[in-house]
């Protein structure tokens, strides 16, 4: 090791001008790897922008309208029934398969409780309601699409009674 020390030094006394022109070439070198490095970084952050912009535009996004809705009591079956005509967008860039479902807030003794109903597409068929789009169990969505049509929700009984607060459709997927 120290003979190799000794070998460079001797080369730097007796060849003064080559030492600076290759440190000044080294130096050149590490500027212009410096100068690619921070391009590179430049080009990474870009692209993962790109990627997160693209990863939040295939995230389930939907948007939920209610243009028409109507209770209906069936005497003959003594059933209650809850229909609504909705307009679902599908705001992401993937399909979606979605299932909707109702959250009815209704008080009982004084407490706020919560009961979640499924969209029931078979009871279509038991009531007479016919030319109205109707949605399946579950409803494909297309990239960037909308669909319209109605679902319908059996109330259980012994919400008949109660004071219903609010009515909110989930849709997930």
């Known amino acids: 090791m120290e003979y ?19 440190s000044i070439i080294s130096l050149i070198i590490g500027f ?13 952050r870009e692209k993962h922008k ?12 939907f948007s939920v309208f209610i243009i028409d809705y109507y209770r209906l009591s ?11 005509n909705i307009k679902i967008s599908n705001l992401s860039q993937s399909k979606n398969t979605v299932c909707p479902t109702l959250q009815i807030y209704y ?6 409780r919560i009961v979640e109903l499924s969209h029931m597409p078979e009871i279509f068929n038991t009531i007479e309601h016919h030319g109205v789009d109707r949605f399946g169990k579950s409803i494909q ?4 699409d909308i669909k319209y049509g109605w679902i319908i929700f059996q109330l259980p009984n012994y919400l008949w009674t109660k004071r219903i607060e609010k009515y909110e459709i989930i849709i997930s997927d």
């Open 4 to 22: 190799i020390l000794n070998s460079i030094s001797q080369f730097i006394d007796k060849y003064p001008k080559i030492t600076i022109i290759i």
């Open 74 to 84: 069936r005497k003959s079956t003594q059933n209650v029934y809850i229909l609504f």
């Open 141 to 144: 969505l297309e990239s960037n």
């Open 107 to 112: 008080k009982e003794n004084a407490k706020d």
């Open 50 to 61: 790109m990627d997160k912009q693209e990863f939040n535009n295939k995230k389930a996004n």
């Open 32 to 44: 212009v790897g410096t100068y690619f490095a921070y391009v590179r970084i430049g080009i990474m």
